[in-house]
Structure formats: C-alpha cells, structure tokens
C-alpha cells in the first residue's frame, strides 16, 4: 500500500512538473526553440514573434528558415554549434547575434544553446535590441567625442592619481610633446619650480573634495624649457572606471604678455601725471609758498585716511594726486590777497572762494584715471550742506572729497598764516570732533581723531 503511493506521488509529481516545465516555456518572453537534426523541433510563441514567423513556416521548412541573412559572425557561431554537437561538448557558444526578421526587423538577440539529448540543441533567445542599440549610440557617440578632443584647437589632459593618462594632439603646438611621450608621465614633471607647491597643494585640496575654483592661472614647462601661462579648467570625471579629472587648458601667453604690456604704460602715464602733479604745485607754490607746503601736507594725511578707511589701492591714488593740487585756483588769485596779514574784503574773498570752480575748469578736460577734478570742485563742500560752491550735502559729496576737507582744514588750522597764528593741535582736533556729522563726514573725521591722538601722526616732517 505505501509502495504503491509513493508511486502515485511520483507520477503526480512528474506531471506537476510537466505542465510547469510547458508553462514556463509557452509563457516566456524569452524565446525558446529546440533544433533537432537540421529542423527545427519546437519553437515557443515568443521565439517565433522575435523571427516573424508563422508556426507552420517552421513546422515544414529546416533550420536554414531561423539562420537566414545572419551576418558572417553568425554563420560562424551556427557552425561552431555544430562542430560542439557532433564533439559532444557543453555549453554551446553563447552571445549576443544580430538578426533580421523575417518582416525586415533588425534585432539583436543574446542566444543561450546547450547541447541536450538525442542530438538536441536548445536555444534561448533574449531580445536586446534596445540595449544593443544604446550601446551602439554610445559607442558613436564617444567615438565623436573622443575625434572632438583630438582634434581641439586647445590642450585637453587627463590626469588620474597625479600621471597623465589621455592628452590630445594640440598639447604638441603648445608644449612640444608628443602625447605618446606624455601618457604615465607626473604633471609635476611640467610645472614651473617657483609654482609646484601652490599647485601641487591646489591638487591635493581638489581631491579631498573641498570647494576650490574650478579655473586656475598657472605657468607650465614647454618642453624647450620656457614658461607657458595657461589658465585651466578642471572637471572630475570617470576614466576606465577610476575617477580622475579633465584638465582643459587655454594659452594665455600672449594674454599674459598684453598685461604686462599694459602695466608698464599704465606705470608710465601714472609717472607722467605725478610729474605733471608737481609741475602744477610748484607753479602754485611759486605764487604762495602757504600754498604749496599745504598741499603737500594735505596729501599726505588724505592719503593716510583713505588707506586707514581701506579705501582702494586706485582711489587712494587718486586723492592722493587730487590733494596734491588741490588749491591749483588759487592762481588767478592775486598774491597780495592770498598773502594779506588782515581782514580781507567780501569781493576778494568771492575771489579766494573761486579757485574750486577755478581748479575745476583747468583740470576737468584732462583725462586723469580718477575723478581729480571732481574732487577739487568738492573740497570745500560741508556734510550739512553749508559749504560751496554748490552747497552738496552728504553722500552728494565723494567720499575722496569728504576725506581732502577734513585733512585741509586740520592741515590749515595747524598752519601759520599771514593773518593769524597757527592753532595747537588741541583746538584743532576740537574744531573736528565739534564738527564730525555736521561739516566733516563723521568715519573720516574719527580715523583723523585718532591718528592724531592715538597713533601720532603729525605734520612735522614736511613743515618748513
Ligand atoms: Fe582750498
């Protein structure tokens, strides 16, 4: 009784697996065909959706209806099964095939064979068109990429670990190499001595991730040994698989030179304008020595504002030059007023008052690289508008020209003048601190508060 249970439960279970086997074939989406001595045996629905055939196609017509237009590599692989069957080898070769079907599809099918019994061959085919034809686009397109990089008119590197792995052909025009004589080579070996620990340290940095720029200026090695500038933008990248950055690079050699250029004329118009500068304040000086000692002086501490208000290099420099002749009206003013002892007359201080508008007039066609006679038409300008010539208030009046006030009227307080006595320092600074936010602009007048008092500064080394 137990024996003859066991046996049902086998033949219930071989039947189980049959029809499951049969499922699993008949529903598959992958396509299943068993070739048996040249025909074809058994083919799954799939299997004939993916050729284009019909089931009777197959039921009358060998092998050859399957294999038709294969590609050579394919005839190959179809011979191979053979010889591998007639051998009694396991597994078939497997791969993937380009196929046409029968309604002219193009495909490509990943075949799996194994040799089974009775001279079998059963195949397993996946459609892998669409990823075939991914791959095919990608590789086209980094075949076109790659062309693109070879034939740049710029130098591109790649560099994994510090060696370099990919160089196009440009970098020869540029640096003299070869790129064959580059590839597995360091990039230390092609910077400049006095610029590899700023940028071998910039590539350490850059590959512990931290947020650095992504272009950099730098000088590299022509293979001659003379100095290439070049400017460089960095990307990381995947190469083979391993991260490693693309170093695009542009010559900016000639830019380099054009700089340099431009900076020694620049240094020689500036030399020009300082000559022209002290032309302007001996002619005045020339005509009332309190004037041009003044000036001097005035520059002097304008100057040492502006730096301590951190001012920029270029306006420090141009109040320092403005300040230098600030009072250049004072030409047209005859010498006997300037160097009057007593009270002068309203008509002739209408005459003093005018040399603002006067300096303005001589100097605003000259094309200075700073507003120089702006801020002489400004000088005599108060914060609470009560100044001239125009009465500008505040911010109306440029910051160089709140800066020249304060230094003039310290600087002519503490001077003598042929009308009065000079004032002590003391009074001086008390006329400012009186005055700071109501004439003087009120940072300016703070930063000269404290030189004078806090950090010594004085006039002394100018004063005759
Ligand atoms: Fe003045």
């Known amino acids: 009784m137990e024996k003859r249970n066991r046996t049902r439960g086998r033949r219930v279970l071989f039947g189980l697996k049959e029809e499951l086997c049969r499922l699993l074939v008949e529903e598959s989406a992958d396509g299943v065909c068993v070739l048996t001595g040249g025909r074809v045996e058994y083919c799954n629905a799939a299997f004939l959706n993916l050729m284009g ?55 490509a099918l990943n075949l799996n064979a194994v040799r089974g019994k009775k001279e079998r061959t059963i195949i397993l085919a996946r459609d892998i ?20 990089i070879d034939e740049a008119s710029t130098p591109v590197f790649v560099v994994q670990d510090g060696r370099i792995r990919f160089a196009n052909k440009v970098v020869f025009e540029v640096f003299g190499y070869h790129p064959e004589e580059l590839i597995g080579t360091g990039i230390d070996l092609y910077l400049m001595e006095e610029e590899k620990g700023r940028i071998l340290q910039l590539y350490e940095e850059r590959l512990t991730q931290k947020p650095i720029k992504k272009r950099w200026e730098m000088g590299l090695k022509h293979k001659n040994g003379h100095r290439v500038d070049v400017e460089i933008e960095v990307n990381l990248v995947s190469y083979d698989g391993v991260p490693a950055e693309i170093v695009i690079m542009h010559d900016i050699t000639a830019r380099k030179e054009m700089e340099i250029f431009q900076a020694r004329a620049l240094a020689k118009i500036r030399a020009a304008f300082g000559a022209t500068i002290r032309v302007l304040n001996n002619l005045v000086e020339a005509k009332d020595p309190y004037t041009g000692g003044h000036q001097k002086r005035v520059a002097d501490l304008s100057r040492t504002i502006a730096t301590e208000m951190k001012l920029s290099a270029e306006q420090v420099d141009g109040l320092r030059l403005a300040a230098e002749i600030h009072d250049i009206g004072k030409i047209i003013v005859p010498s006997e007023i300037l160097s009057k002892p007593g009270v002068i007359s309203e008509s002739e201080w209408g005459l003093v008052k005018n040399h603002v508008k006067v300096g303005y007039e001589l100097l605003k066609d000259i094309e200075f690289p700073w507003p120089v006679a702006e801020i ?72 000269c ?8 500064y004085n006039f002394s080394f100018n004063r005759r």
């Open 53 to 107: 055939l019909k089931a009777e196609e197959i039921e009358a017509a060998g092998e050859g209806i399957i294999w038709r237009d294969l590609p050579p590599v394919g005839r190959e692989r179809v011979e191979d099964w053979r010889r591998y069957q007639s051998e009694a080898r396991n597994p078939l070769p497997s791969g993937a095939l380009r196929f046409v079907s029968k309604a002219g599809r193009s495909l």
């Open 129 to 148: 068109t669409e990823l075939y034809n991914c791959h095919l686009r990608l590789q086209e397109q980094e075949k076109i990429l790659a062309g693109m």
């Open 376 to 447: 002489i038409y400004q000088h005599h300008e108060r914060l609470n508008g009560s100044g001239y010539p125009r009465g500008l208030k505040g911010e109306q009046i440029i910051i160089e020209a709140r800066i020249l006030a304060v230094a003039d009227v310290v600087e002519a307080m503490s001077s003598h003048r042929p009308y009065r006595e000079a004032h002590s320092l003391e009074e001086t600074m008390a006329e400012i601190e009186k005055n700071k936010g109501i004439l003087y602009d009120e940072k300016v007048a703070e930063v």
């Open 449 to 456: 508060l404290a030189l004078f008092r806090k950090k010594g």
